[in-house]
C-alpha cells in the first residue's frame, strides 16, 4: 500500500489489519479511492474501543477518551487538526458537522469503563447505534449520498452482531452486557436485529453506488444474528462466527453484486 498511501494512511491500515481483522478485510475489498477514507475511521474505531481498557484506573481511561472528544471536537470547529497519525487523516475526509456528531461514537464507551449494567432497554439501543450506526454513517456520508435512517438500521444490525460475538470476553472483564441473557432475550435481540437488516435491505435504492463500501463492513451481520436466534447457546459459547469460506463468499459476494 505504499504506492498509493502517505505514512498515515498506511499506519491507519496497519492499525486496524492488526487490530480488527474483519473491517480490514471489508476495506480491503473496497475501491482505493474508498480505502482513504474507511481506514482512518475504522483506526479511530480501534483506538476508540481500546481506550476504556487502557487503565483500571477509571480517571485514566477517561481522560483518553476525552482527548478523541477534544481532537474531533477541534475538527468540528474547524481548527487545524492534532498532528496524530489518525487525526490527521480524519480531517481530511470528515466535514465539521461529522465530526461534530461523532462525539457521541466516543462519549457512549464510557459505558466500558465501569460495571453498571444499561439502564433498559433504550439505554442498550443507544450504545449500539452511536458506536456502530455512527460510525457508518460518517463512512458512507463521506464515500456519496446516503439515507441516515437506512444507514442506522443497518449499522444497528451490524453493532448487535459485532455485540453478541463480543460478549464473553466482556463478561469475563466483569461487564454485564445484556439486560436479558437468557436464550429467550438473545432471541428476541437478535430478531430485532433481524428486522432492522430487513428494513435498510428493502430500501437499498437509497444507498449510492458511491456510499456502499461503507456497508461492507456489516457483510457478516445478517448470518450472525440468524445463528444467535437459532442457537442462543451459542453467544454466551463464544461460537458465534463463520467459517474462512462462508466469510469470503459472502464477502465477495456482497463486492461483485453490490447488494449488502
Given at each position: 500500500?505504499?504506492?498509493?498511501?502517505?505514512?498515515?494512511?498506511?499506519?491507519?491500515?496497519?492499525?486496524?489489519?492488526?487490530?480488527?481483522?474483519?473491517?480490514?478485510?471489508?476495506?480491503?475489498?473496497?475501491?482505493?479511492?474508498?480505502?482513504r477514507?474507511?481506514?482512518?475511521?475504522?483506526?479511530?474505531?480501534?483506538?476508540?474501543?481500546?481506550?476504556?481498557?487502557?487503565s483500571?484506573?477509571?480517571?485514566?481511561?477517561?481522560?483518553?477518551?476525552?482527548?478523541?472528544r477534544?481532537?474531533?471536537?477541534?475538527?468540528?470547529?474547524?481548527?487545524?487538526?492534532?498532528?496524530?497519525?489518525?487525526?490527521?487523516?480524519?480531517?481530511?475526509?470528515?466535514?465539521?458537522?461529522?465530526a461534530?456528531?461523532?462525539?457521541?461514537?466516543?462519549?457512549?464507551?464510557?459505558?466500558?469503563?465501569?460495571?453498571?449494567?444499561?439502564?433498559?432497554?433504550?439505554?442498550?439501543?443507544?450504545?449500539?447505534?452511536?458506536?456502530?450506526?455512527s460510525?457508518l454513517?460518517?463512512?458512507?456520508?463521506?464515500?456519496?449520498?446516503?439515507?441516515?435512517?437506512?444507514?442506522?438500521?443497518y449499522?444497528?444490525?451490524?453493532?448487535?452482531?459485532?455485540?453478541?460475538?463480543?460478549?464473553?470476553?466482556?463478561?469475563?472483564?466483569?461487564?454485564?452486557?445484556l439486560?436479558?441473557g437468557t436464550?429467550?432475550g438473545?432471541?428476541?435481540?437478535?430478531?430485532?436485529?433481524?428486522d432492522?437488516?430487513?428494513?435498510?435491505?428493502?430500501?437499498?435504492?437509497?444507498?449510492?453506488?458511491a456510499?456502499?463500501?461503507?456497508?461492507?463492513?456489516?457483510?457478516?451481520?445478517?448470518?450472525?444474528?440468524?445463528?444467535?436466534?437459532?442457537?442462543?447457546?451459542?453467544?454466551?459459547?463464544?461460537?458465534?462466527?463463520?467459517?474462512?469460506?462462508?466469510?469470503?463468499?459472502?464477502?465477495?459476494?456482497?463486492?461483485?453484486?453490490?447488494?449488502?
Amino acid at each position: 500500500m505504499s504506492d498509493v498511501f502517505d505514512a498515515d494512511l498506511t499506519a491507519c491500515a496497519d492499525l486496524v489489519q492488526r487490530a480488527d481483522p474483519d473491517r480490514f478485510a471489508a476495506a480491503m475489498a473496497a475501491p482505493v479511492a474508498a480505502r482513504r477514507v474507511l481506514f482512518p475511521l475504522y483506526a479511530l474505531a480501534v483506538e476508540v474501543a481500546r481506550a476504556p481498557w487502557a487503565s483500571a484506573e477509571p480517571m485514566i481511561a477517561e481522560m483518553r477518551l476525552q482527548w478523541w472528544r477534544d481532537a474531533l471536537e477541534e475538527l468540528a470547529l474547524g481548527k487545524p487538526p492534532r498532528r496524530h497519525p489518525v487525526v490527521t487523516p480524519l480531517a481530511g475526509i470528515l466535514s465539521p458537522q461529522m465530526a461534530a456528531r461523532l462525539d457521541g461514537f466516543v462519549a457512549v464507551r464510557r459505558w466500558d469503563i465501569y460495571r453498571d449494567p444499561f439502564e433498559d432497554d433504550a439505554d442498550l439501543t443507544r450504545y449500539l447505534e452511536e458506536s456502530s450506526a455512527s460510525l457508518l454513517c460518517a463512512a458512507a456520508t463521506a464515500l456519496g449520498q446516503a439515507d441516515e435512517g437506512v444507514l442506522r438500521e443497518y449499522g444497528y444490525a451490524t453493532g448487535l452482531a459485532n455485540w453478541f460475538r463480543a460478549i464473553p470476553e466482556l463478561e469475563a472483564r466483569g461487564r454485564i452486557p445484556l439486560l436479558d441473557g437468557t436464550p429467550a432475550g438473545i432471541r428476541q435481540l437478535a430478531e430485532e436485529g433481524l428486522d432492522r437488516l430487513s428494513r435498510a435491505r428493502a430500501k437499498r435504492a437509497m444507498i449510492s453506488p458511491a456510499a456502499r463500501p461503507a456497508l461492507l463492513a456489516g457483510w457478516q451481520s445478517g448470518a450472525l444474528l440468524r445463528q444467535a436466534h437459532k442457537e442462543p447457546a451459542r453467544v454466551a459459547a463464544g461460537q458465534l462466527g463463520l467459517s474462512p469460506f462462508a466469510r469470503n463468499l459472502r464477502l465477495g459476494l456482497q463486492v461483485s453484486t453490490g447488494r449488502w
